[in-house]
């Protein structure tokens, strides 16, 4: 079964640091996508990517982040200076329809945590 | 995007049927309902989508009235291997991940 591929699976950074982190989405999915979370805390929507541009984002997608799909198979999210409440697991996804119909799902990847000190 | 409303938690025995209920009284007419299964360090996983009656995959069944203000995910038989966080999503973007609000879940968890 296709899957979306996380990478590094856990990363510990000093705060102020840039941190990339890196997915590889299913191979021919259209709609890539960021979420992250927080420790005992709901999943929540960053950014979604189409056509190599961002589609829409978060109040939360500031900017201090951006996201980039450097080839035809990698799409990255960087955290330009991070800060110690960006500790969180991220989570990458794709899909590769947006909404057309019945059955479109969102493939998530297993996740980065993040720990920022 | 519709709110919706499910038990914080349940807990159930191994092989007994488990039947999860959502609320989502203000379901636009375009909204699809999505459940989402999310074990502990996972990224969350797509269990099973519906509009309304009845939809039943290899995974699940998902049970939408008439009215659409709830729905009710019923999984079969539960193992130990079920224990995770349900999510129930509503909205016009049927199953993507675009904007998909997660709420808190509910937490179940299965023992023998």
């Known amino acids: 079964e296709p899957e979306v591929t996380q990478t590094p699976s856990h990363q510990v950074t000093q705060m102020g640091q840039e941190v990339i982190l890196r997915c590889v989405p299913i191979?021919?999915?259209?709609?890539f996508y960021w979420y992250r979370q927080i420790l005992g805390q709901k999943v929540e929507f960053l950014v979604s990517f189409y056509n190599n541009e961002i589609s829409e984002k978060s109040e939360i997608f500031d900017d201090q982040f951006s996201v980039e799909r450097p080839d035809g198979s990698n799409f990255t999210l960087k955290i330009r200076s991070t800060k110690l409440e960006d500790s969180a697991m991220y989570f990458c996804?794709?899909?590769?329809?947006?909404?057309?119909?019945?059955?479109?799902?969102?493939?998530f990847g297993q996740g980065t945590r993040l720990t920022v000190v | 995007l519709a709110k919706t409303t499910q038990p914080i938690s349940m807990d159930s025995y191994e092989g007994q049927e488990v039947n999860i209920t959502c609320s989502h009284n203000n379901i636009a007419t375009n909204d699809y309902i999505t459940w989402y299964q999310q074990f502990p360090s996972q990224g969350p996983r797509f269990i099973i989508q519906g509009y309304k009656t009845k939809v039943t995959n290899e995974v699940a069944s998902l049970f939408i009235p008439a009215d659409r203000k709830s729905s009710t995910l019923s999984l079969p038989r539960v193992s130990l291997s079920d224990t995770a966080v349900y999510y129930c999503?509503?909205?016009?973007?049927?199953?993507?991940?675009?904007?998909?609000?997660f709420g808190t879940g509910t937490r179940l968890q299965v023992t023998l």
């Open positions: 999503l509503v909205g016009a973007a049927a199953g993507t991940a675009s904007k998909l609000t």
């Open positions: 996804a794709s899909s590769d329809r947006r909404g057309q119909g019945a059955n479109t799902e969102a493939f």
């Open positions: 191979s021919n999915h259209l709609y």
